[in-house]
């Protein structure tokens, strides 16, 4: 139980420290750049005049990243408090993956699996995770 204690303030450490992986993106979205005499317009509040240039798809890069550790950190505490037994342990760390599959789908658009070797005749080597589980998610674009 000393591994939940250490997790816990290793995700409160990633928590407390993200903001400075972006300080650059921060200081010029509420400052104006370092610029003290840049006047906001009404417009610019209400649209968000730095929001186009925040890069989103790293904070998400971290966010999936998180989601996967939290994930893996519920089901050890589920694991040891429950003391689960290995036949359904063996099922756990395809929901932990789960987070890490959807950062793959949203920035790359892949969701390839690799097939175990005794699997491949009847699933070929490749099965896309991706055409079965977005079949009835409407268009975004």
Aim: proline share 6%; with cysteine.
């Amino acid at each position: 139980m000393m591994g939940l204690v250490s997790a816990l303030v290793y995700l409160l450490a990633i928590i407390v420290f993200l903001p400075f992986a972006f300080k650059s993106y921060i200081v010029e979205a509420t400052s104006g750049g370092g610029h003290k005499d840049v006047v906001v317009e009404a417009q610019h509040v209400e649209t968000g005049r730095f929001l186009h240039r925040f890069p989103l798809e790293k904070l998400a890069s971290y966010g999936f990243a998180y989601g996967t550790i939290a994930t893996v950190i519920i089901l050890g505490f589920i694991d040891d408090t429950f003391d689960i037994r290995w036949r359904h342990k063996f099922f756990i760390p395809a929901f932990a993956s789960l987070p890490t599959l959807g950062l793959y789908y949203i920035d790359f658009g892949v969701t390839h699996v690799v097939v175990p070797l005794p699997l491949r005749p009847y699933l070929g080597e490749l099965f896309d995770l991706g055409e079965h589980a977005s079949m009835n998610l409407p268009d975004v674009c």
